[in-house]
């Protein structure tokens, strides 16, 4: 497929050209955001974001639904329509026991990490949810330099409790390159963590996974959950330390809802089915963190 993200949207903009004047209403399902990345000015950049949403507003968009959306803050681009980012936690959460047997999150041994600050928001969600610690790291970059694009990683710096002896999750909303990633499960395994695992609802390995087959072979990383709401090259689908999370079913229950013209609560709030999944597997704590 040699067509570009751009390529893309212009066919998703053509398509919806078509239906203006004639469909009752016209809802998107994009699962990964065009430009979610580029959501804020640095400089002298553009919000290619923003304007992107704008424009789908403009031409008759009434609805936008995207999964784990890199900034939620950017459906402030448009505040009169409806603009959802869903979260993938119940179904990482539900393949992680079905992948690892002898999972448990209310053994204290575990612990969840946010590989930056952009990130705490999810993994702080999955830290609370699971009743288990959070740890996080913040990124030290080199402002005097740019290497594609952006001033390169120096050092990630670690904030939190002892991890030794603990199994760490690594949760995220996207693996790019995958170089941060690894260099923070080489971090925890230095400082004594047991099993490591990585949680993405998307996984683009932009550089390929054989550095990730190395980690895997190192005993560096156990095992990387992404989800199938982007294309996955068969290379990382036959990966032994690859899990794909099955998000089908639930965006098919999406699309029913919308056209029944049902509520979305149950589905966007993912809070009590993963209560009843934990207490299913003995797992589910009270607030004060008791089992």
């Known amino acids: 497929n040699r067509m570009s993200p751009d390529d893309h949207y212009q066919d998703l903009k053509r398509v919806i050209l078509a239906c203006s004047g004639k469909s009752r209403r016209i809802n998107v399902i994009m699962p990964y955001l065009y430009e979610g990345r580029q959501h804020k000015r640095n400089a002298r950049e553009s919000l290619d974001c923003a304007f ?83 740890g996080t790291f913040y990124k030290r970059r080199d402002y005097t330099t740019v290497v594609n694009g952006r001033n390169p990683i120096v050092a990630h710096e670690f904030l939190g409790d002892s991890v030794e002896g603990l199994d760490i999750l690594i949760v995220d909303d996207m693996i790019s390159s995958g170089d941060s990633m690894l260099d923070i499960a080489r971090e925890m395994k230095q400082r004594g963590a047991r099993n490591i695992y990585c949680a993405v609802t998307f996984g683009l390995f932009t550089e390929g996974v054989e550095h990730f087959d190395k980690a895997y072979e190192e005993g560096i990383i156990s095992k990387v959950f992404a989800t199938n709401l982007i294309y996955r090259r068969p290379e990382l689908l036959a990966a032994p330390w690859f899990a794909d999370v099955n998000m089908s079913k639930f965006v ?30 003995g797992d589910l704590k009270d607030m004060s963190g008791n089992s």
């Open 252 to 281: 098919a229950l999406l699309i029913d809802a919308i056209n029944h013209d049902s509520s979305l609560s149950n589905l966007i709030k993912p809070t009590d089915k993963i209560k009843k999944l934990l207490a299913s597997k």
């Open 52 to 134: 992107a949403l704008e424009e789908l507003y403009e031409l008759g968009v009434a609805n936008i639904i995207t999964f784990d959306a890199h900034d939620e803050r950017v459906a402030n681009a448009i505040p009169l329509a409806g603009f959802e980012s869903l979260p993938t936690a119940y179904q990482i959460i539900k393949e992680m026991y079905r992948q690892i047997p002898d999972l448990s999150f209310s053994n204290g041994k575990f612990m969840i990490i946010s590989p930056d600050e952009g990130g705490i928001s999810r993994a702080m969600y999955y830290a609370s949810i699971l009743g288990v610690p959070l």
